[in-house]
């Protein structure tokens, strides 16, 4: 059973940038469907990118062409690269794969 943990979070100002990891444990992830979510308080959870098993990769309009979804095989990983942020992107942000969720890692990004 696979295990994920985020990392990376924090408070950042509107346009700087911020790069949050999935680190899995348990099983290999090179071979996963991986994706990176996130809530906002009083909202519903969205996914904001998305990477296909055979690398692929999708995104929400509201992030395209600011977010990065990659993934290191060596390091049994998957990165978000966040740049651009603004304030609407505040969330826990989650990894996700199969029937898994990580804990969740805050980003705050201040106007």
């Known amino acids: 059973q696979v295990q994920l943990v985020e990392s990376g979070g924090g408070l950042v100002q509107a346009g700087g940038s911020l790069r949050l990891s999935c680190a899995a444990s348990?099983?290999?992830?090179?071979?996963?469907?991986m994706g990176w979510f996130r809530q906002a308080p009083g909202k519903q959870r969205e996914l904001v990118a998305a990477?296909?098993?055979?690398?692929?990769?999708g995104y929400a309009d509201s992030v395209k062409g600011r977010f990065t979804i990659s993934r290191d095989n060596a390091k049994n990983t998957v990165y978000l690269q966040m740049n651009s942020l603004k304030p609407e992107d505040t969330a826990v942000y989650y990894c996700?794969?199969?029937?898994?969720w990580g804990q969740g890692t805050q980003v705050t990004v201040s106007s």
């Open positions: 996700h794969t199969g029937d898994t």
């Open positions: 990477l296909s098993s055979g690398g692929s990769t």
């Open positions: 348990g099983s290999s992830l090179s071979r996963n469907a």
